[in-house]
T-cell receptor, first 115, second 110 residues
């Protein structure tokens, strides 16, 4: 099946720093990528949807200036958590698909811990 | 608002003991219902997509079924390696996003 690579798998940072997470589709061109956040024992919550070459669409309650999403190419999307705080500590997961109606494939996730 | 409720929250089975996981949903115009498997610290792994009531799909020891209100994931003669959290998600018509349930944490005891 299709492979979505997410990096890093784990990051620990100090409060106030920014963290960038990369999501790559390795064997297909991803027209749409999605970013989710998951707290322990909770459901995946969609943060934003990004289409290549256009601005991301953020879900209600997600601060677009805090969670910067860039989908500059058909194989790469990045999520930057700016000025991270302990409450931003969570498991962040990206997903990608080749086109509308196509299967959604998930990355392996990034565990962010903000001290 | 689309809603997905999964039950039970956690399930412990002996190896070989068959059972079913439930996913109840309310959505305006179902476009697809998805089942994923998630191992600890990993992203979800796709299992099945169901599109219409009455549809069934099978893969190894798993079978997914769909009605107008709920979906079941049946697991037959499970093995310890089937231990994981199973997530259900729905996609509404005209909408790209998936709405996930909180999952069922399945543990198979050898």
């Amino acid at each position: 099946g299709a492979v979505v690579s997410q990096h890093p798998s784990r990051v620990i940072c100090k409060s106030g720093t920014s963290v960038k997470i990369e999501c790559r589709s390795l064997d297909f061109q991803a027209t749409t990528m999605f970013w989710y956040r998951q707290f322990p024992k909770q459901s995946l919550m969609l943060m934003a949807t990004s289409n290549e070459g256009s601005k991301a669409t953020y879900e209600q309650g997600v601060e677009k200036d805090k969670f910067l999403i860039n989908h500059a190419s058909l194989t790469l999307s990045t999520l930057t958590v700016t000025s991270a705080h302990p409450e931003d500590s969570s498991f962040y997961i990206c997903s990608a698909r080749a086109g509308a109606g196509e299967k959604l494939f998930f990355g392996s996730g990034t565990q962010l811990s903000v001290l | 608002e689309d809603q997905v409720t999964q039950s039970p929250e956690a399930l412990r089975l002996q190896e070989g003991e068959s059972s079913s996981l439930n996913c109840s949903y309310t959505v305006s115009g179902l476009r697809g219902l998805f089942w994923y498997r998630q191992d600890p610290g990993k992203g979800p792994e796709f299992l099945f997509t169901l599109y219409s009531a009455g549809e069934e799909k099978e893969k190894e020891r798993l079978k997914a079924t769909l009605t107008k209100k709920e979906s079941f994931l049946h697991i037959t003669a499970p093995k310890p390696e089937d231990s994981a959290t199973y997530l259900c998600a729905v996609q509404a018509g005209g909408n790209e996003k998936l709405t996930f349930g909180t999952g069922t944490r399945l543990t198979i005891i050898p």
